[in-house]
């Protein structure tokens, strides 16, 4: 999966994060899709819950893609 494809995975994630572990390519962190609570595009964009970025990916990521996503994103 490119960096690209990842990154999409971030954007309309409201489903797909409910039931499953996600993690944050902003703060590296990971956590419960049900540890969300704050969206933003009309609800629809999951922002982690431990820094309020919208990078959340419904799955855990190696650490090493997730510092990757993270330099190419921001
Ligand atoms: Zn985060």
Not at 17 to 32: E, G, P, R, V
């Amino acid at each position: 999966m490119t960096v690209e494809q990842m990154h999409d995975l971030s954007i309309n994630n409201k489903l797909t994060i409910q039931n499953t572990k996600c993690a944050c390519f902003y703060c590296l962190k990971t956590f419960d899709g049900s540890d969300v609570v704050r969206f933003i595009d009309n609800g629809n964009t999951a922002r982690c819950p431990a820094c309020g970025t919208d990078a959340v990916l419904p799955r855990i990521v190696d650490i090493d893609t997730l510092k990757e996503l993270h330099k190419h994103y921001f």
